[in-house]
Protein backbone atom coordinates (compact mmCIF):
# COMPACT_ATOMS: atom_id res chain seq x y z
CA UNK A 1 0.00 0.00 0.00
CA UNK A 2 0.83 3.30 -1.23
CA UNK A 3 0.34 6.61 0.56
CA UNK A 4 -1.12 9.29 -1.65
CA UNK A 5 -1.99 12.58 -1.05
CA UNK A 6 -4.07 15.28 -3.00
CA UNK A 7 -3.64 19.06 -2.37
CA UNK A 8 -7.11 20.62 -2.94
CA UNK A 9 -7.62 23.73 -4.48
CA UNK A 10 -6.76 24.54 -7.91
CA UNK A 11 -5.51 20.79 -8.01
CA UNK A 12 -8.80 18.71 -7.77
CA UNK A 13 -10.76 21.73 -8.39
CA UNK A 14 -10.56 24.19 -11.08
CA UNK A 15 -10.18 26.98 -8.26
CA UNK A 16 -9.75 27.69 -4.93
CA UNK A 17 -12.43 27.66 -2.35
CA UNK A 18 -11.84 30.19 -0.04
CA UNK A 19 -12.28 32.72 -2.77
CA UNK A 20 -14.94 31.14 -4.26
CA UNK A 21 -16.78 31.42 -0.80
CA UNK A 22 -16.21 35.16 -0.37
CA UNK A 23 -17.55 35.47 -3.78
CA UNK A 24 -20.65 33.77 -2.90
CA UNK A 25 -21.40 35.33 -0.03
CA UNK A 26 -20.51 38.96 -1.81
CA UNK A 27 -22.68 38.01 -4.53
CA UNK A 28 -25.36 37.28 -1.90
CA UNK A 29 -25.59 40.29 -0.08
CA UNK A 30 -23.83 38.73 2.50
CA UNK A 31 -20.61 41.22 2.46
CA UNK A 32 -20.26 44.34 0.63
CA UNK A 33 -19.27 44.22 -2.67
CA UNK A 34 -15.57 46.51 -1.65
CA UNK A 35 -14.76 42.51 0.07
CA UNK A 36 -14.04 41.01 -3.06
CA UNK A 37 -11.55 42.78 -4.32
CA UNK A 38 -9.37 42.50 -0.97
CA UNK A 39 -10.39 38.41 -1.36
CA UNK A 40 -8.36 38.85 -4.73
CA UNK A 41 -5.69 40.54 -3.61
CA UNK A 42 -5.26 37.65 -0.69
CA UNK A 43 -5.50 35.31 -3.16
CA UNK A 44 -2.78 36.98 -5.36
CA UNK A 45 -0.04 37.40 -2.36
CA UNK A 46 -0.82 33.41 -1.23
CA UNK A 47 -0.43 32.31 -4.68
CA UNK A 48 3.25 34.38 -4.61
CA UNK A 49 3.98 32.46 -1.60
CA UNK A 50 3.96 35.70 0.15
CA UNK A 51 1.07 35.92 2.74
CA UNK A 52 1.97 34.23 6.04
CA UNK A 53 0.28 30.92 6.93
CA UNK A 54 -1.27 33.08 9.62
CA UNK A 55 -2.31 36.09 7.84
CA UNK A 56 -3.83 33.84 4.97
CA UNK A 57 -6.43 31.48 7.31
CA UNK A 58 -7.07 34.65 9.65
CA UNK A 59 -7.71 37.10 6.45
CA UNK A 60 -10.70 34.31 5.48
CA UNK A 61 -12.01 32.95 9.08
CA UNK A 62 -12.55 36.41 10.56
CA UNK A 63 -15.40 36.53 7.99
CA UNK A 64 -17.18 33.67 9.82
CA UNK A 65 -17.17 35.48 13.38
CA UNK A 66 -20.38 37.47 12.70
CA UNK A 67 -22.53 34.50 11.77
CA UNK A 68 -23.69 31.55 13.89
CA UNK A 69 -23.12 28.34 13.20
CA UNK A 70 -26.29 27.22 11.79
CA UNK A 71 -26.40 30.38 9.70
CA UNK A 72 -23.32 29.49 8.24
CA UNK A 73 -24.56 26.01 7.33
CA UNK A 74 -27.21 26.91 5.49
CA UNK A 75 -24.80 29.05 3.43
CA UNK A 76 -22.58 26.14 2.63
CA UNK A 77 -25.22 24.00 1.08
CA UNK A 78 -25.62 26.43 -1.90
CA UNK A 79 -22.65 27.25 -2.25
CA UNK A 80 -21.15 23.51 -2.93
CA UNK A 81 -23.88 22.56 -5.25
CA UNK A 82 -23.62 25.95 -7.00
CA UNK A 83 -20.03 27.36 -6.96
CA UNK A 84 -17.84 24.42 -5.97
CA UNK A 85 -19.27 21.54 -7.69
CA UNK A 86 -18.50 22.51 -11.44
CA UNK A 87 -15.37 22.82 -10.33
CA UNK A 88 -14.70 19.21 -9.45
CA UNK A 89 -12.66 17.94 -12.00
CA UNK A 90 -14.02 14.76 -14.10
CA UNK A 91 -9.73 13.86 -13.89
CA UNK A 92 -9.50 14.42 -10.63
CA UNK A 93 -12.33 12.11 -9.77
CA UNK A 94 -10.86 9.38 -12.48
CA UNK A 95 -7.10 9.59 -10.62
CA UNK A 96 -8.71 9.13 -7.37
CA UNK A 97 -10.30 6.36 -8.48
CA UNK A 98 -7.36 4.61 -9.93
CA UNK A 99 -5.40 5.01 -5.82
CA UNK A 100 -7.68 1.68 -4.65
CA UNK A 101 -5.82 -0.24 -2.37
CA UNK A 102 -3.68 3.04 -1.51
CA UNK A 103 -4.11 5.08 1.39
CA UNK A 104 -5.20 8.10 0.23
CA UNK A 105 -6.13 11.80 2.24
CA UNK A 106 -6.71 15.15 1.47
CA UNK A 107 -4.79 18.12 2.87
CA UNK A 108 -5.33 21.76 2.30
CA UNK A 109 -4.89 25.00 3.39
CA UNK A 110 -8.56 25.86 3.43
CA UNK A 111 -10.74 25.01 6.56
CA UNK A 112 -12.29 21.67 7.44
CA UNK A 113 -15.89 22.94 7.96
CA UNK A 114 -15.76 24.24 4.08
CA UNK A 115 -14.03 21.07 2.70
CA UNK A 116 -15.42 18.51 4.79
CA UNK A 117 -18.18 18.13 2.28
CA UNK A 118 -16.00 18.31 -0.75
CA UNK A 119 -13.85 15.75 0.11
CA UNK A 120 -17.10 13.42 1.28
CA UNK A 121 -17.78 14.36 -2.50
CA UNK A 122 -14.56 13.20 -4.12
CA UNK A 123 -14.93 9.82 -1.97
CA UNK A 124 -11.76 10.71 0.58
CA UNK A 125 -12.36 9.76 3.92
CA UNK A 126 -9.21 11.16 5.03
CA UNK A 127 -8.73 14.97 5.36
CA UNK A 128 -6.09 17.04 6.70
CA UNK A 129 -7.04 20.78 6.71
CA UNK A 130 -6.56 23.87 8.92
CA UNK A 131 -8.87 23.65 11.93
CA UNK A 132 -10.81 27.07 12.84
CA UNK A 133 -11.34 27.61 16.23
CA UNK A 134 -14.96 27.38 17.54
CA UNK A 135 -15.97 28.72 21.21
CA UNK A 136 -19.84 28.08 22.18
CA UNK A 137 -20.65 27.09 18.40
CA UNK A 138 -19.22 30.25 17.19
CA UNK A 139 -15.91 30.75 15.18
CA UNK A 140 -13.32 33.28 16.54
CA UNK A 141 -11.51 33.81 13.44
CA UNK A 142 -8.30 32.51 14.74
CA UNK A 143 -7.23 28.75 13.88
CA UNK A 144 -6.25 25.79 16.32
CA UNK A 145 -2.72 24.59 15.89
CA UNK A 146 -0.33 25.43 13.01
CA UNK A 147 -2.39 25.66 9.83
CA UNK A 148 -2.09 23.08 7.26
CA UNK A 149 -0.26 25.00 4.93
CA UNK A 150 3.66 25.15 3.60
CA UNK A 151 5.53 23.37 6.62
CA UNK A 152 2.29 23.27 8.64
CA UNK A 153 1.26 20.72 6.06
CA UNK A 154 4.07 18.41 7.37
CA UNK A 155 3.69 18.82 10.59
CA UNK A 156 -0.21 17.60 10.15
CA UNK A 157 0.52 14.82 8.11
CA UNK A 158 2.45 13.59 10.75
CA UNK A 159 0.54 13.65 13.38
CA UNK A 160 -2.28 12.48 11.34
CA UNK A 161 -0.04 9.41 10.39
CA UNK A 162 1.18 9.07 13.87
CA UNK A 163 -2.21 9.22 15.41
CA UNK A 164 -2.52 5.63 12.93
CA UNK A 165 0.92 4.08 13.82
CA UNK A 166 1.95 4.47 10.62
CA UNK A 167 4.78 6.73 9.89
CA UNK A 168 5.84 7.76 6.75
CA UNK A 169 9.11 5.47 6.55
CA UNK A 170 6.23 2.75 6.53
CA UNK A 171 5.13 3.26 3.07
CA UNK A 172 7.13 1.99 0.07
CA UNK A 173 5.93 4.94 -2.52
CA UNK A 174 4.58 8.33 -1.16
CA UNK A 175 2.73 10.59 -3.93
CA UNK A 176 1.53 14.00 -3.49
CA UNK A 177 -0.02 15.98 -6.49
CA UNK A 178 -0.25 19.92 -5.74
CA UNK A 179 -0.35 22.97 -8.05
CA UNK A 180 0.71 25.47 -5.51
CA UNK A 181 5.03 26.53 -4.57
CA UNK A 182 3.09 26.71 -1.11
CA UNK A 183 3.58 23.42 -1.26
CA UNK A 184 7.10 22.57 -2.02
CA UNK A 185 8.54 21.46 1.77
CA UNK A 186 5.74 18.78 1.11
CA UNK A 187 6.18 18.10 -2.21
CA UNK A 188 10.26 17.76 -1.05
CA UNK A 189 9.13 15.29 1.59
CA UNK A 190 7.52 12.50 -0.71
CA UNK A 191 8.70 10.17 -2.63
CA UNK A 192 7.15 11.01 -5.83
CA UNK A 193 6.22 14.86 -6.52
CA UNK A 194 3.52 15.46 -9.14
CA UNK A 195 2.94 19.33 -9.83
CA UNK A 196 -0.52 19.82 -10.78
CA UNK A 197 -1.48 22.59 -13.01
CA UNK A 198 1.04 24.36 -11.77
CA UNK A 199 2.46 28.53 -11.44
CA UNK A 200 5.40 28.97 -12.73
CA UNK A 201 8.06 28.76 -9.61
CA UNK A 202 6.73 25.31 -8.90
CA UNK A 203 6.90 24.18 -12.78
CA UNK A 204 10.37 25.32 -13.04
CA UNK A 205 11.84 23.63 -9.86
CA UNK A 206 9.33 20.78 -11.08
CA UNK A 207 11.78 20.93 -14.51
CA UNK A 208 14.86 21.58 -12.61
CA UNK A 209 14.32 18.33 -10.92
CA UNK A 210 12.80 16.19 -12.88
CA UNK A 211 9.45 15.34 -11.49
CA UNK A 212 6.46 14.53 -12.78
CA UNK A 213 3.84 17.67 -14.20
CA UNK A 214 0.39 16.54 -14.81
CA UNK A 215 -2.62 18.40 -15.88
CA UNK A 216 -6.09 17.83 -14.78
CA UNK A 217 -8.20 20.81 -17.12
CA UNK A 218 -8.83 18.30 -20.11
Known amino acids: MNLVLFDLDNTLLS???????LDFLVERGVLPAAEREAN???????????ATPLEYVRFYLGYYRSFDMATLRGFREPFIRERIAPL???????????QKGNLTAIITATNRFLVEPIAADFGIEHLMATEPEIRDGRFTGDVVGAPCMRDGKIEHL?????ARGQPMQDFAQTWFYSDSINDLPLLERVTHPVAVDAGPKLTRIARERGWRTLTLRQ
Open 40 to 50: HEMDRCYGRGE
Open 158 to 162: ERWLA
Open 88 to 98: MLPAARKLIHA
Open 15 to 21: GDTDVEW
